[in-house]
């Protein structure tokens, strides 16, 4: 499926009363979900212990 055509899905399948914001913030959950999952495929991805290293880092 094409990204045109993933974006038309998400878009068809929100719902009536869905606003701009909304649409946005599906749209960009996806990106970041596609970036993701490319990445995992690439093997560019974090231990377990590095991800906690750089969290611990972030919340000092």
Not at 1 to 26: C, G, H, Y
Not at 27 to 55: C, P
Request: hydrophobic share 40%; glycine share 2%.
């Amino acid at each position: 499926m094409t990204i045109q055509e993933k974006v038309r899905q998400a878009v068809e399948n929100l719902p009536a009363d869905a606003s701009f914001e909304d649409a946005m913030e599906r749209l960009l959950f996806m990106a970041k979900l596609e970036r993701g999952l490319q990445q995992s495929e690439d093997q560019n991805t974090l231990s377990h212990e590095a991800a906690r290293e750089r969290m611990a880092k972030w919340l000092k």
